[in-house]
T-cell receptor
Framework: KNQVEQSPQSLIILEGKNCTLQ??????????LRWYKQDTGRGPVSLTI?????NTKSNGRYTATLDADTKQSSLHITASQLSDSASYIC?????????????FGQGTTLQVKP | DTGVSQNPRHKITKRGQNVTFRCDPI?????LYWYRQTLGQGPEFLTY????????KSRLLSDRFSAERPKGSFSTLEIQRTEQGDSAMYLC?????????????FGEGSRLTVL
């Protein structure tokens, strides 16, 4: 079954600290992996998209890594800010249907405290 | 603002009533998607349009749900005879390439509360 699992479910850190969010997936065939940031009550906003051949991709203080062999990805946030408080959703594109599917993880809720 | 626009942003209704949500995608995007998201969960796929053609529907989309995109531009999602279990955020997204490879842009969502 195609699944995307994220850990931890929630995380609290102090402003200025770094953190790493994890994503494991069992989607096959694999097309790409995306990380989205979703503020409370808002729509998701894309942070990164990585294809099979990409191991790492950065977007400002956000750095995503992908290990297609172990089917794992991580999102590292450097020097966290209060505005980083949000849900971070890992999404894998793939599956066997003609149109493909975006398979969403449940998200990690990050709270950055002053 | 040229992003994906959804309205209304919030809707409170009584059980048994019908509701309709509208999505205006980014103008050059020919692909439009509807998702449902409940608290603490990731979005779940409901249906997808390429231009005016509805190409795929999830089993989550019961016969009380209907989506249209009559002219290949805006889309509507109607829920008939709402139930409390329909309470959720309904997200619309658009893309100009396949879901596989194209960047997906989400709207701010329409939050439905069924009393």
């Amino acid at each position: 079954k195609n699944q995307v699992e994220q850990s931890p479910q929630s995380l609290i850190i102090l402003e200025g600290k770094n953190c790493t969010l994890q994503c494991n997936y069992t989607v096959s065939p694999f097309s790409n992996l995306r990380w989205y940031k979703q503020d409370t009550g808002r729509g998701p906003v894309s942070l990164t998209i990585m294809t099979f051949s990409e191991n790492t991709k950065s977007n400002g203080r956000y750095t995503a890594t992908l290990d297609a062999d172990t089917k794992q990805s991580s999102l590292h946030i450097t020097a966290s800010q209060l505005s980083d408080s949000a849900s971070y959703i890992c999404v894998v594109s793939g599956g066997s249907s003609n149109t493909g599917k975006l398979i969403f993880g449940q998200g990690t809720t990050l709270q950055v405290k002053p | 603002d040229t992003g994906v626009s959804q309205n209304p942003r919030h809707k409170i209704t009584k059980r048994g009533q019908n509701v309709t949500f509208r999505c205006d995608p980014i103008s050059e995007h020919n692909r439009l998607y509807w998702y449902r998201q409940t608290l603490g969960q990731g979005p779940e796929f409901l249906t997808y349009f390429q231009n005016e053609a509805q190409l795929e529907k999830s089993r989550l989309l019961s016969d009380r749900f209907s989506a249209e995109r009559p002219k290949g531009s805006f889309s509507t999602l109607e829920i008939q005879r709402t139930e409390q279990g329909d309470s959720a955020m309904y997200l619309c997204a658009s893309s100009h390439r396949t879901e596989h490879t194209g960047e997906l842009f989400f709207g701010e969502g329409s939050r439905l509360t069924v009393l």
